[in-house]
């Protein structure tokens, strides 16, 4: 799908994307692993959580990279 973007969209796209790939990533990394220390994933509320939102995290990261690699200037 192609995407009209002014230059200034198109650089703050990138700048989200850029955060969302190394500093929300790592943040929900450590949350995963802080949580899955506490034993028992089956019944693990928070490590649950943080799966989903490394899932959703996963979905918000795939969407700008397609809206990037298919943007118009």
Known sequence: MLEYLTLKQFKKLEKELNYLKTTKTKE????IEHAASFGDLSENAAYTEAK?????LQGKISKLEEIIHSAKI
């Open 28 to 31: 929900i990394s450590k949350l």
């Open 52 to 56: 989903e939102e490394q899932a959703f």
